[in-house]
């Protein structure tokens, strides 16, 4: 994300709480496919568990672009 998103998310977030959920969403996501991607070899759930951590992250990201323009 580029930095003068990150810089508009941290202005507004704390008057919108569906952009701060989905912003917490989207860092969990990342905490999430970093321990994935640490274990090297993955099984195939954790296989899965990425593919749809990636798909959830990415619907994530279009609404919060979709909220940031409202702003922009």
Known sequence: ?????????ERIADDNDEL???WEEHMEFER?????HRKGH???GEELEEKDIKKR????RDRIEQ???AYR
């Open 57 to 60: 992250k990415l619907q994530g």
């Open 42 to 44: 993955l099984t195939l």
């Open 32 to 36: 999430r496919l970093d321990a994935i």
């Open 1 to 9: 994300m580029e930095k003068i998103d990150l810089e508009l998310i």
């Open 67 to 69: 909220i940031l323009s």
């Open 20 to 22: 701060r959920g989905l």
